[in-house]
């Protein structure tokens, strides 16, 4: 076709190009007319000249559009802050709690990476967490994560279980801390994985290997296997995280099964140190199809806004050890020490067969810090950030990538 003849559309090439043309300037002087607006309302009223001020009312779809993204912006700021209450009040929700606890005829608990943070296992989404910093474009880091021992929630929600005041816990954490309190196995499910658990999927049932050591140092998202084999069937093992993005399929140590039986039994819930913006998608753990009136009574203890706040009959805003600590003293219960020579990890855990030693480089827990754990080989220990596996290359799609100028 000859330059500048009709094309199928009726516009010759030259005149698609002009037309093309048109629509960038346009679009150029939108983006310039939105950045003088922007830049007006960011001046007090008073300081505005009489041209700001007709162009402003030139432009009222552009400044309503600006102010509605500007109380978007605020409303998630708000969000994202820290709110204590104050002592008097937290001591009052305290006692309400409690109340609840004593009057429970099932009691379910929810927690998330907030009871770990006194174990300097860092959160997601709080103003230091894991999300918040990958999404500020910062790197993230963890200490070394066999250092992490149960904090006193993870005690106390230990104690209320053997007290029977609490029926089955349901948690996000991958950190395994629920396990090394004491809690049952058949009392929790770990509905994101444990990260001292793998898994033989070619045995029927999936033959489970406790270990005493970080399995995921070589797995990342879509990517399980951890280098080892069954002792059984000498089939490939795999850890059993669940990475974000992933639908997590194991029986245990996920136990999805116990977990919705439990919500569907649940007369209380009560949400420790969770933002709640991941277990609100699962709608067997809120009863969703049983009218509200019937559904189970809420609690939330978060220092930061969740979406389950106008549903919850008491948030407490405080740290979860303060709660816990507060609410154990005014049930009159003693909150057990952990003990590392009382871990019930190291009567759960499977040996490393000979020549598996070199499998893995993570530090091993051992029962007293002085004591090198089993296939330590006596490595010195390694201030280095940790890197892959569930902490590592796992979140690391949500990295803010700079722009190549």
Not at 321 to 337: C, F, H, K
Request: glycine share 8%; with cysteine; hydrophobic share 30%.
């Amino acid at each position: 076709m000859a330059p500048g003849t009709m094309a199928a559309g009726g516009l010759s090439r030259s005149e698609r190009k002009a037309a093309e043309r048109v629509r960038r300037l346009r679009e150029e002087q939108q983006r310039e007319r939105l950045r003088q607006v922007s830049r007006i309302l960011r001046k007090a009223a008073t300081e505005r000249s009489a041209e700001e001020g007709r162009l402003l009312a030139e432009s009222e779809d552009l400044v309503t559009e600006l102010q509605g993204r500007s109380r978007r912006r605020e409303g998630l700021k708000r969000r994202q802050e820290e709110v204590c209450d104050d002592p008097e009040e937290l001591q009052r929700k305290v006692r309400e709690l409690a109340s609840a606890v004593r009057n429970a005829k099932y009691l379910v608990v929810y927690t998330g990476a907030g009871i770990s943070t006194a174990a300097s296992i860092p959160d997601y989404r709080g103003p230091n967490g894991v999300w918040t910093l990958l999404q500020k474009g910062r790197s993230v880091s963890a200490a070394d994560l066999s250092e992490a021992e149960p904090t006193l929630t993870h005690m106390s929600i230990a104690r209320l279980h053997e007290q029977k005041l609490v029926q089955h816990v349901v948690s996000q954490n991958c950190d395994g801390l629920h396990l090394r309190s004491g809690l049952p196995r058949s009392a929790m499910s770990e509905l994101h994985g444990n990260m001292y658990i793998e898994v033989c999927t070619a045995c029927t049932p999936n033959r489970e290997y406790v270990r005493v050591f970080d399995v995921t140092e070589r797995t990342a998202l879509h990517r399980h296997q951890t280098g080892r084999t069954c002792h059984k069937c000498g089939g490939q093992l795999r850890d059993t995280i669940v990475h974000f993005g992933e639908r997590g399929t194991l029986g245990q140590p996920l136990n999805w099964e116990a977990a919705t039986q439990a919500a569907s039994k649940a007369d209380t819930i009560l949400c420790l140190g969770s933002s709640l913006k991941v277990l609100k998608k699962y709608p067997h753990l809120w009863c969703m199809t049983k009218p509200p009136s019937r559904r189970p009574k809420l609690y939330i203890v978060n220092l930061q806004w969740t979406p389950k706040d106008d549903w919850a009959a008491l948030k407490l805003h405080g740290k979860c050890d303060d709660v816990m600590q507060l609410l154990m003293d005014e049930l009159g219960l003693e909150i057990p020490r952990y003990s590392r020579w009382q871990d019930p990890i190291f009567s759960l855990a499977t040996p490393l067969r000979a020549g598996e030693e070199g499998s893995h480089s993570r530090k091993s827990l051992c029962r007293s810090r002085e004591e090198p754990g089993p296939g330590d080989r006596g490595a010195p220990l390694s201030s280095a950030p940790i890197l892959g596996g569930w902490f590592g290359r796992g979140c690391t799609k949500r990295t803010k990538r700079k722009k190549v100028t």
